[in-house]
């Protein structure tokens, strides 16, 4: 990591937060097993009981990517009985569907859509680019915990499956993408672009929706890819082996907006390089060394001579002129702490639920 993120710190010995924070807190989070046996089994187990009296175990929010298919892979071979849900934020691109359809057919799962009003969510997005910060996805994001809520509830199921891990997610900026549930935050933007904050009910899940979910319907979300020896390729040649899956090209290029967000967008108006934060991870473990890694940054995240193509495709969805999209990645950048938040608050909040659960702090929420 480096001083893309405003916020970061280094210790005497040139160790930044982020990787001290990796080997000394967040590394406990793992709880693997080489053979995917032992707490893997324990935790399906535990799943499997407390959903004996629902139509489904388990809710698994697939995206067509490695970690949330690789996810349901495991869970149908543990015998769940698994409702496989979908965000159709509209930015698909053709071969995560073709992922997810061939991976609900050989798995023989349960599936359900969840469809976001195009035009409203549309300005949400752009309401966003146009405030300038790193947070594009946020919408996305937090959609997606709307849909895996939502069939949750409506079928009573008492687990979430996230394919969400410490292996190759163990390192992300507080200043790269600020807490989702942070609703004051998103509304904020909303206001300054003129968009009305009615268009993002249908994507919302606050921390108030989180609290409800928690402790008044019992829902859970669990991280089973924390318990496994878990490899990025060798997952995607099981994947490719079993469930006629494809691999599309880079990290999150199952969306092509995502695609777009995190190999351009950022690099050229915020510096960030989200290849930066998965190396860091990858490091601790050991996987890649920093040498390695560094030659890998070397290389530009985007293809130069699909570059105006994207732009011209981006532009479309969103209703707008390539020229007003270029300038909106060529205004200066901004950063969540430049508009109203509930930081101090949420920040408050979630050290008291972890000090009532037991958990340690590991990030700054």
């Not at 409203?120 to 849909?147: G, H, N, Y």
């Not at 919302?204 to 020896?229: A, C, H, M, Q, W």
């Not at 934060?277 to 290389?299: G, M, P």
Request: net charge positive; proline share 4%.
């Amino acid at each position: 990591m480096d001083t893309t993120d405003p916020l970061i710190s280094f210790d005497a010995q040139g160790n930044c937060n982020h990787c001290n924070d990796y080997l000394n807190k967040r590394i406990k989070l793992l709880n693997q097993n080489i053979d995917n046996t032992g707490p893997l089994k324990i935790l399906f187990d535990k799943i499997r009981q407390d959903g004996r009296w629902s139509k489904y175990d388990c809710v698994v929010g697939v995206s067509g990517g490695v970690d949330s298919s690789y996810l349901a892979l495991i869970a149908a071979k543990h015998g769940l009985r698994v409702l496989a849900v979908h965000l159709d934020n509209g930015w698909n691109s053709p071969i995560a569907a073709e992922n997810i359809n061939n991976l609900v057919k050989k798995l023989n799962l349960a599936y359900s859509s969840y469809v976001l009003p195009w035009n409203d969510f549309r300005k949400v997005q752009l309401a966003f680019l146009k405030a300038s910060v790193p947070e594009a996805e946020t919408p996305t994001d937090i959609a997606i915990q709307r849909a895996v809520h939502h069939y949750a509830f409506k079928y009573g199921v008492p687990y979430i499956l996230s394919g969400g891990n410490v292996a190759s997610e163990g390192i992300l900026p507080g200043s790269w993408h600020y807490n989702a549930r942070d609703t004051k935050y998103s509304h904020a933007i909303l206001k300054h672009s003129r968009c009305p904050t009615s268009l993002f009910k249908s994507q919302k899940f606050g921390f108030f929706d989180e609290v409800y979910s928690k402790f008044i319907r019992r829902v859970k979300t669990v991280y089973p890819l924390n318990y496994v020896v878990y490899d990025k390729d060798l997952a995607r040649m099981e994947l490719e082996r079993t469930c006629d899956w494809r691999y599309y090209g880079s990290k999150h290029g199952e969306s092509r907006f995502t695609k777009f967000i995190q190999s351009y967008y950022l690099v050229v108006k915020h510096g960030i390089d989200y290849r930066r934060a998965t190396l860091s991870s990858e490091i601790c473990q050991e996987y890649v060394s920093r040498t390695d890694a560094l030659k890998l940054l070397r290389k530009l995240p985007y293809n130069v001579g699909e570059l105006d193509s994207e732009i011209k495709f981006i532009s479309k969805k969103l209703a707008i002129s390539s020229e007003e999209l270029r300038q909106i990645i060529a205004a200066p950048p901004k950063w969540y702490f430049e508009y109203p938040n509930n930081n101090k608050i949420l920040g408050k909040a979630y050290d008291i639920y972890r000090y009532l659960a037991g958990k340690e702090k590991t990030t700054s929420f």
